[in-house]
C-alpha cells in the first residue's frame, strides 16, 4: 500500500485566496483525522471523520475551514478565504477504527499564506 | 487543554546512551500511544500500550504505563544518531477515541 497520500505537499498563496487539501486515506481504513501543526500550538485535531461522517469537528478554527468526505477514499480540507495565520502543516491520518488504534500519517501539506 | 504532556521539551544525548521521556495526562484513558517526527516528515506510530498493560517492548523502546499516576514513560536504549526526532504521547480522552497530541520531546543524539 502507498500509505496515506496528501497533495499538494507544498502550497504558497496569498490572503484571501481559497486553499484546498487533498488527502487519500489507506485502503480499507474507515476513520480519517485532519491535523494542523504550528510551533506555536503543536499538533491540533481539526476534525474526525468515521465511515465518511463528521464525528468531530469542534477542532475547526472557524467558518472560513471546511471539510469533506464524499466517499471512503478522498477527503478535502479548504480554507476560504485564507489568511497568514493559517500557515502552518496540515497533516491527514487515517486509521482502521477510530483514534484509539494506530493512525497512519501523510507527509503533511506545508501551507504558507502571505 | 492538551491531554498529554512529554517531558522534557529537549533532549541531546551521546550515540550509545539510552533515552527517557516521559508523558503525563490529566483524565482516564483507553489506551496511549508513542509517535515519531522526523524533521519534515508525518509522525510515524511506535507503540500502542493499553490501560490495562504496564510494559510494552519493540526492539530497543520499551513503554511504561502508570494509570495510576497518570504517566507514561518511552525508553530508547542504546541510542543511534538515526534516532534524532521528536517523540509525541497520544491519548484518548477516555471512551471517545478522539486522540489528542502533546507537544513532544525533541530528542538529538549526537554522533
Known amino acids: 500500500d502507498a500509505g496515506v497520500i496528501q497533495s499538494p505537499r507544498h502550497e504558497v498563496t496569498e490572503m484571501g485566496q481559497e486553499v484546498t487539501l487533498r488527502c487519500k486515506p489507506i485502503s480499507g481504513h474507515n476513520s480519517l483525522f485532519w491535523y494542523r501543526q504550528t510551533m506555536m500550538r503543536g499538533l491540533e485535531l481539526l476534525i474526525y471523520?468515521?465511515?465518511?461522517?463528521?464525528?468531530?469537528d469542534s477542532g475547526m478554527p472557524e467558518d472560513r475551514f471546511s471539510a469533506k468526505m464524499p466517499n471512503a477514499s478522498f477527503s478535502t480540507l479548504k480554507i476560504q478565504p485564507s489568511e497568514p495565520r493559517d500557515s502552518a502543516v496540515y497533516f491527514c491520518?487515517?486509521?482502521?477504527?477510530?483514534?484509539?488504534?494506530?493512525?497512519?500519517f501523510g507527509p503533511g501539506t506545508r501551507l504558507l499564506v502571505l | 487543554s492538551q491531554q498529554g504532556e512529554e517531558d522534557p521539551q529537549a533532549l541531546s544525548i551521546q550515540e550509545g546512551e539510552n533515552a527517557t521521556m516521559n508523558c503525563s495526562y490529566k483524565?482516564?484513558?483507553?489506551?496511549l500511544q508513542w509517535y515519531r517526527q522526523n524533521s519534515g516528515r508525518g509522525l510515524v506510530h511506535l507503540i500502542l500500550i493499553r490501560s490495562n498493560e504496564r510494559e510494552k517492548h519493540s526492539g530497543r523502546l520499551r513503554v511504561t504505563l502508570d494509570t495510576s499516576k497518570k504517566s507514561s514513560s518511552l525508553l530508547i536504549t542504546a541510542s543511534r544518531a538515526a534516532d534524532t526526532a521528536s517523540y509525541f504521547c497520544?491519548?484518548?480522552?477516555?471512551?471517545?477515541?478522539?486522540?489528542?497530541f502533546g507537544r513532544g520531546t525533541s530528542l538529538i543524539v549526537h554522533p
Open positions: 483524565t482516564s484513558i483507553n489506551n
Open positions: 471523520f468515521n465511515n465518511n461522517v463528521p464525528i468531530d
Open positions: 491520518a487515517s486509521s482502521f477504527e477510530g483514534g484509539g488504534e494506530t493512525q497512519y
Open positions: 497520544a491519548t484518548d480522552l477516555g471512551g471517545s477515541y478522539i486522540p489528542t
